[in-house]
């Protein structure tokens, strides 16, 4: 070994300053705040044992966001247009509903040898990943309604909004040469003709005039296709924290009791929908699941079951957000850890030259 | 030790390893042009399942480290003041050049909305909170510093007349001066994304096996790439030698063989103290796809440890060979942490279509192609004393 005492203190200089922010990286680690529901969040409450897997709710929504039907290609030519078939959510198909099927499949909303329906659509996460891990802010979402949109001229395409999506909703249209994200975006087109909706809307309480939601005017105000025809107000539209307590009544209700169903908005003029109550699984999902979203489900089976994931009560975009603004907060730890790289280099580089002359790159690294 | 100069190897530059080669690119790039015309699902088997594909993984996440050349010798013989090890730098940073554009190039192949791809450098779309926005930017600023550390080599080469008409020297002189700072920053920048690609996963949550989803994920990437690094200039080296007949290197790589044994050691016991500590080492040992996987990775790992440590280390041989051993695990851990160990759950599976493999291989064969272009033309390596094999330039 040739190495002198000099190099040896040198190499310790730059041991220090690399484990340095390793050092400050491992001090403890937090997940970023959890965020909070907007102040006039609205959302939807999806009520499977209500729901009777018509599909309106699907060709409405293909109608209002001019999307395609979905059929595969021997259906083609044979009645063109018509049948849609579309199996989940794509690049083509916003909003779909899937059944759940199990055994003999006698009884509706039974675990076993039952069926059940569920509705699969973005569910507006109250800390959406798909915002967190956009690198061009081509999601966002509003600082009002909480409505996740996306914008087409901002996106670059990375699909990284697809990858990170606890619920598998940002779909990116492969068969397209100029392929988008499609996603539901709650009809945000539709409800910007609602006065309440609009950013310089009047600021209103939560719940107090939902109603005045459905007659702005004289004209009524639109809300999003699929809420507006569901049959059985299984897709009920309104302010979050109205359905959250709507949600809690059904589950405090005893199955088989006859009870109004609301249609179309919660709170609205619409004639409600007189039926049994169902089974319910104890349980709200998206009241906390994956910090919460402004779409919650009510199920006759568990949510597992349709394809709605167990997650833990804080969102992922949590911790990722957390470890980054651990290891970049301020770029102080970059700038520190640049420097001491800087001065450690220029020494480097300068006892290269000075120890071997003869070499023709001394202080090149190349 | 004999004065270090870098010469250009010489030879004909079409070979038929280079059309080989060129045979694949072309195939390749029949694909390529393929995907822009009539979209990705013409060519790949990418799907809202599994977004992101081998063009990603294979290219940018695996292929960036294999470009960490540069960076752990830059680290080692500059930051650690070991210039022992100056002779393989140069040929190290020109993988790093090449891994790195060429992952470039294939994220723009990859990038569903490519012409939108400035937005990236439009301040008032910029989202700091993303991860992905850290490394694109990260990964660009590197390729520019990649290429201005680099280009000392090019500079060489001109003709007295060209450098005198636009003042070479000048520039010469201004990187030769300024060197220590892209030298400083060819450390800072990989440090920070290569960190990143692990952060990256954090995202998936309950898709990614607890194996390897942990908030570790930035130094294990970190680690690994260091590592793949080390392993890339051994095999590079070894490679070289044997097929150019340049002076062997073995002695040097077995001073290096500690360091590299050493980081191993680092990177397996924090992996598998961090399982026991979340109590998920059953995991490693149920028998199943992602335990199983996992333990692949750990043997692969855990090989070049005892090569390294052990007298083989002084052996060409070995050495390969264990470079091969932790390139294989560095990319099996990058491959199944981005890929075969995500479950995106709803029935989605993938594996890769053959144009869509076609176009990867395409991208590794002009990089392989680009490599012997230039230690062919440019002074590279780090020639012996006799001029046998050098064109006199």
Redesign the interface.
């Known amino acids: 070994m040739d190495m002198s005492r000099r190099q040896f203190l040198r190499g310790a200089a730059g041991a220090v300053v690399v484990a340095a922010p390793v050092a400050a990286a491992s001090a403890p680690f937090a997940p970023r705040e959890p965020k909070q529901l907007p102040p006039k969040a609205i959302g939807m409450l999806y009520d499977s044992t209500q729901c009777i897997g018509c599909k309106a709710c699907v060709a409405a929504c293909k109608e209002a966001n001019g999307k395609p039907v979905e059929q595969p290609q021997y259906l083609a030519q044979w009645n063109e247009g018509t049948w849609d078939t579309a199996e989940d959510i794509s690049g083509k198909t916003l909003n779909v509903i899937r059944v759940y099927q199990n055994g003999a499949m006698t009884e509706k909303d039974r675990e076993k040898d039952g069926y059940a329906f569920v509705k699969r659509h973005c569910l507006h996460c109250v800390d959406p990943s798909c915002i967190s891990v956009c690198p061009v802010s081509a999601m966002q979402k509003d600082p009002l309604t909480g409505i996740v949109t996306y914008n087409p001229d901002a996106c670059i395409g990375c699909r990284y909004c697809v990858y990170g999506c606890p619920f598998n909703v940002p779909q990116y249209q492969f068969d397209e040469p100029f392929g988008r994200i499609a996603k539901c975006q709650f009809c945000s087109h539709r409800l910007k003709d609602n006065p309440l909706f609009s950013k310089s809307g009047q600021g209103t309480t939560t719940g107090a005039t939902a109603a005045s939601l459905m007659s702005e005017g004289g004209q009524p105000g639109r809300i999003p296709a699929c809420c507006d025809v569901c049959p059985t107000g299984a897709s009920l539209f309104g302010w979050v924290e109205d359905l959250q307590a709507e949600a809690k009544r059904r589950l405090a209700l005893k199955p088989g009791e006859m009870y109004e169903f609301p249609r179309g908005l919660l709170g609205g003029d619409r004639p409600s929908q007189t039926a049994p109550v169902g089974h319910y699984q104890p349980h709200i999902y998206g009241e906390k699941e994956a910090g919460g979203t402004q779409v919650r489900y009510l199920t006759g089976v568990p949510h597992e079951k349709l394809g709605l994931p167990k997650l833990p009560d804080h969102s992922f975009a949590a911790v990722s957000e957390g470890m980054q603004h651990t290891l970049y907060k301020g770029l102080i730890a970059p700038v520190v850890l640049l420097g001491g790289l800087v001065v450690l280099a220029r020494r480097g580089a300068q006892s290269h030259r000075d120890e071997d002359p003869s070499r023709n790159d001394e202080d090149s690294p190349s | 030790?004999t004065?270090?100069?870098?010469r250009p190897l010489g030879g004909r530059i079409v070979t038929k390893p280079f059309l080989f080669l060129g045979l694949f690119l072309l195939i390749g790039a029949y694909f390529i042009l393929r995907r822009?015309?009539?979209?990705?699902?013409?060519v790949?088997n990418?799907?809202?399942?599994y977004?992101?594909g081998t063009w990603v993984v294979l290219d940018v996440v695996i292929g960036t480290a294999f470009g960490c050349g540069?960076f752990a010798m830059?680290?080692l013989?500059?930051?650690?003041?070991?210039?022992v090890y100056?002779p393989l730098?140069?040929p190290a940073?020109l993988g790093g050049v090449f891994g790195y554009t060429l992952a470039g190039l294939a994220v723009m192949i990859?990038?569903?909305?490519?012409w939108?791809?400035f937005?990236?450098l439009l301040p008032w779309?910029?989202?700091?909170?993303?991860?992905?926005?850290?490394v694109?930017l990260c990964v660009m600023a590197y390729i520019t510093v990649l290429w201005l550390?680099?280009?000392?080599?090019f500079l060489?080469r001109m003709s007295p007349e060209i450098r005198q008409r636009f003042r070479l020297d000048r520039l010469q002189a201004f990187?030769?001066r300024y060197?220590?700072?892209?030298?400083?920053?060819?450390?800072?920048l990989p440090?920070?994304h290569q960190?990143s690609l692990g952060?990256?996963l954090?995202?998936?949550?309950?898709?990614l096996s607890p194996l390897w989803n942990t908030?570790w994920l930035?130094?294990l990437y970190l680690i690994s790439a260091l590592t793949m690094g080390y392993g890339v200039v051994m095999m590079e080296a070894t490679l070289v030698q044997r097929a150019f007949k340049t002076p062997s290197e073995a002695a040097l790589f077995a001073r290096l063989a500690q360091v590299v044994a050493g980081l191993l050691i680092g990177y397996l016991a924090l992996r598998w103290g961090d399982l026991a500590y979340r109590g998920y080492l059953g995991l490693a040992f149920a028998g199943d796809w992602d335990g199983n996987l996992f333990l692949i990775e750990t043997a692969l790992f855990l090989a070049p440890v005892f090569v390294l440590l052990s007298r083989r280390r002084a052996s060409q041989r070995w050495q390969f060979l264990a470079a091969i051993s932790l390139l294989a695990g560095g990319s099996l851990y990058r491959l199944n942490s981005y890929l075969m160990a995500v479950q995106?759950?709803?029935g989605?599976t993938y594996f890769p279509s053959a144009p869509e493999l076609m176009i990867t291989i395409g991208v590794v064969c002009l990089e392989i192609m680009l490599y012997l272009l230039f230690i062919k033309t440019l002074p590279i390596l780090h020639g012996s004393t006799t001029e046998s094999h050098g064109r006199p330039s």
């Not at chain 2, 013989?77 to 210039?83: A, L, M, P, S, V």
């Not at chain 2, 779309?125 to 850290?134: C, D, L, T």
């Not at chain 2, 550390?149 to 080599?153: V, Y």
């Open positions: 030790m004065a270090t100069v870098h822009f015309l009539f979209g990705m699902g013409d790949s990418m799907s809202n399942g977004p992101i540069g830059a680290l013989i500059y930051i650690f003041n070991r210039k100056h730098m140069r940073l990859d990038l569903g909305r490519y939108n791809a937005n990236l779309y910029a989202q700091p909170n993303s991860v992905i926005f850290e694109a550390e680099f280009c000392p080599a060489e990187l030769k060197m220590y700072v892209l030298i400083a920053l060819g450390v800072l440090t920070m960190s952060s990256v954090l995202i998936l949550g309950y898709k908030i930035p130094l995106p759950g709803n989605w």
